[in-house]
C-alpha cells in the first residue's frame, strides 16, 4: 500500500501532465498514465477519471484562449498558426461539432479545440464531446498497456 501522501502526489501529477498535454504545449500525459496504471497502489478507475477530467480542462483553456484571445493572432508570439487554424476550421466545416470527438489526436487536437473557441461553439456540448473522446482514448491506453504489460 502507498502513503496517501504518494497516492495524492501520484494523481495530482496525473492531473497536471493531462491539463498540460491538452493545452497548446507539446507534452504527453500517457506516459504517466501508464506508469500509475502498473503500480500497486493507485486505483485505475480514479486514475481514468483524473487523466480524462484533466485533459478536458487544458482543452477547455484552448478553447477560452479561442473564444477570447483571437484578436492577437497575427502576433508572433502566438500558439497556434494560422496553417492549423486553417485546418482544424476545415475539420469543423467538414464533420461539424462531432469533430471535437477527434480532440485527443495529435496535431490536430489542440488546434481543434482552439477553432472551437473561435467559432463559438458552446461550452456544454463541447466538453461533452471532448470528454467522450478524450476518455475513449484514455480508456483505450489504459486497457492497451494492461494487456500488454501483464502478458510479458
Avoid at 23 to 38: I, R, W
Wanted: a positive charge; glycine letters at 10%; proline letters at 3%.
Amino acid at each position: 500500500m502507498i502513503s496517501a501522501g504518494l497516492a495524492f502526489g501520484g494523481y495530482f501529477g496525473l492531473f497536471l501532465s493531462a491539463v498540460l498535454a491538452a493545452t497548446l504545449l507539446p507534452l504527453s500525459s500517457e506516459a504517466v498514465l501508464v506508469a500509475l496504471s502498473q503500480a500497486r497502489g493507485f486505483d485505475v478507475v480514479l486514475l481514468f477519471a483524473v487523466a480524462t477530467f484533466g485533459n478536458t480542462v487544458g482543452a477547455t483553456v484552448n478553447w477560452a484562449l479561442g473564444r477570447y484571445c483571437l484578436r492577437w493572432r497575427h502576433r508572433r508570439w502566438f500558439p497556434v498558426s494560422a496553417d492549423q487554424l486553417n485546418r482544424a476550421g476545415s475539420q469543423f466545416q467538414r464533420y461539424g461539432l462531432w469533430s471535437l470527438l477527434f480532440a485527443w489526436m495529435p496535431v490536430i487536437g489542440d488546434p481543434l479545440t482552439f477553432a472551437a473557441g473561435i467559432l463559438r461553439v458552446h461550452l456544454l456540448p463541447f466538453l461533452v464531446l471532448v470528454g467522450i473522446g478524450k476518455g475513449a482514448r484514455y480508456a483505450a491506453v489504459i486497457l492497451l498497456a494492461d494487456s500488454v504489460l501483464t502478458s510479458s
